[in-house]
């Protein structure tokens, strides 16, 4: 087996960075597992399924070194950041672990001695398909591992040194990101930023690329362990954010989705104001990017100017990722995140005026400790009333660490799990009627490629879904035209609406 990223598209783009760095010091890169000689598998821990999961995977990888021709096998990510020591003792096949502050370690915990600029000889061979893929036993499809990496050599690290943020020291004097509860966890907290020069060799489909504009989080979400895995909130340079825009368009990208654990904080620890759309407004004027979206933003950082930005350019997917959480102001109090429902439903008035037919998607957390019956009534009649074009529940995980850990009046899963049902089952029927209204549209879609089900249909996307969360947009009829090129712009007409997904007839290709 090999490289095997978990989690969510932060993580992918840690696994880029060290897969390009590898790359780089000219490691060989393969999809099959059985020919791969170093292991890596990086690891999510933000909940209980994610940290069993990332057990299983490490677990199911060291067979490979027992029995296999393995004979490395590396641990990273935010796991790493948690249960370092435990990891080391627990599962002796593990030869190296690197935190999410440590991604330059890959090359010595893979025992490459290199120089900026000195490629080492390929010693090994990494399996870089994503775990799905390797789940499936599917290798890698030709084209999806292409090295993007900057060849100038310059060497990846903090080029973007981390800067202090007011809300950010107030919260380490508040015990924000101390680890205290966490035996074997490593007492520094992870400060590395990549750059326009770290090498990353993209594993998202040929067109599509996300950068991280920003890594940590200093809000004190009280259900949240990640500012204690990831640090404090910092922005990478505004210059540095723009060259690689740049350099991605200029090597074919099309789509850049920008990402972070908040991307609306961006730059209020560089001074600037309204830095997220500063740097929209930037990189929206990159000519032959054709779709730019963020996902994660903040409910109270939605401001005007930003509103405006995303309404300005066409090239600004007209798309909000909003993660609310929960709408009953007693639980989002208990949250330590604040308003609720009314002032949540004024926010998206606002944005629904100011970018007119925008698609919303938005998540939230049932079973947070004390919520009553009547909390889930609230948040069920805002969801009604709300009309999200996507929408995710999750049951609270009570994890170590939190804020929430410590709170009295925990729910039986059973409970939760109800609750999530319900709400998951109102959204379907929210969604249905949503999507019927679908049916005639014509939208520009980005072709995807076969579908994984069928070779009768293609999958694609439209500006109102993001990559990899959002429903599908399913390609029946290709029109006039014999066939359709993965990676490039459609105009389609839907013809049919499911619960979340759609069918489209194509219409011309876009040029
Ligand atoms: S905003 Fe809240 S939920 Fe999101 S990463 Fe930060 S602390 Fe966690």
Not at 207 to 224: M, N, Q, T, V, W
Not at 264 to 284: F, I, K, Q, S, V
Request: glycine share 10%; with cysteine.
């Amino acid at each position: 087996m090999g490289f095997i990223s978990l989690g969510c598209p932060k993580n992918l783009v840690d696994s880029e960075v060290m897969m390009g760095l590898l790359d780089r010091a000219g490691a060989r890169l393969t999809a099959k597992p059985e020919d791969a000689e170093i292991l890596v598998v990086n690891t999510c821990s933000f909940i209980d399924t994610a940290k069993q999961e990332s057990v299983d995977t490490i677990l199911e990888m060291a067979r490979h070194k027992t029995e296999g021709r393995a004979r490395k096998l590396i641990v990273a990510g935010c796991l790493v950041e948690r249960y370092r020591e435990e990891i080391q003792k627990n599962i002796p096949e593990v030869d190296a672990v690197i935190g999410t502050g440590e991604l330059e370690s890959i090359l010595a915990a893979a025992g490459i001695e290199t120089t900026p600029g000195n490629a080492a000889p390929s010693p090994f061979t990494i399996l870089t398909s994503r775990q799905a893929e390797v789940r499936s036993g599917k290798e890698a499809e030709a084209g999806t591992h292409r090295s993007r990496a900057g060849s100038d050599g310059v060497r990846a690290g903090n080029q973007d040194s981390p800067k202090g943020r007011a809300e950010g020291q107030h919260r380490e004097a508040q015990g924000r990101f101390r680890r205290d509860a966490w035996r074997g966890a490593s007492h520094l907290l992870p400060s590395y930023l990549y750059d326009e020069n770290t090498p990353r060799l993209l594993s998202t489909p040929r067109a599509s690329a996300y950068i991280k504009i920003a890594e940590g989080c200093d809000h004190p979400c009280s259900f949240c362990i990640i500012p204690n895995l990831r640090g404090k909130f910092r922005s990478r340079r505004f210059e540095s954010v723009v060259a690689e825009a740049e350099q991605l368009v200029a090597r074919g990208v099309r789509e850049i989705t920008l990402i972070g654990q908040d991307t609306t904080c961006y730059g209020e620890d560089l001074g600037l104001r309204d830095g997220l759309a500063t740097l929209l407004d930037a990189l929206a004027r990159i000519e032959g990017l054709r779709w730019l979206r963020f996902l994660y933003a903040y409910p109270n950082r939605i401001t005007g100017r930003l509103l405006d930005t995303m309404a300005r350019h066409d090239n600004i997917c007209k798309y909000l990722d909003l993660p609310l959480q929960h709408a009953s102001p007693d639980v989002l109090k208990g949250m330590k995140r604040g308003a609720g429902a009314e002032i949540f439903l004024g926010t998206l008035g606002k944005v629904r005026a100011a970018v007119p037919g925008i698609a919303l998607r938005t998540s939230f957390i049932v079973g947070f400790p004390g919520e009553s019956l009547r909390d889930v009534l609230v948040l069920q009649e805002f969801i009604k009333e709300a009309k999200f074009d996507w929408l995710g529940v999750f049951s609270y995980s009570d994890e170590e660490g939190s804020g929430a850990h410590a709170l009295n009046g925990k729910l039986p899963r059973r409970t939760i799990e109800s609750r999530r049902q319900r709400l998951m089952k109102l959204q379907q029927s929210i969604s249905r009627k949503t999507k019927q209204s679908w049916v005639g549209r014509e939208v520009t879609l980005l072709a995807e490629g076969e579908c994984a089900e069928t070779p009768l249909l293609w999958e694609g996307r439209s500006q109102f879904h993001a990559p990899e969360i959002d429903g599908k947009v399913y390609i029946s009829d290709f029109g006039p035209l014999e066939k359709l090129e993965a990676g490039r712009f459609y105009r389609a007409e839907i013809i049919e609406a499911h619960d979340y997904d759609l069918v489209a007839r194509i219409v011309s290709a876009e040029s």
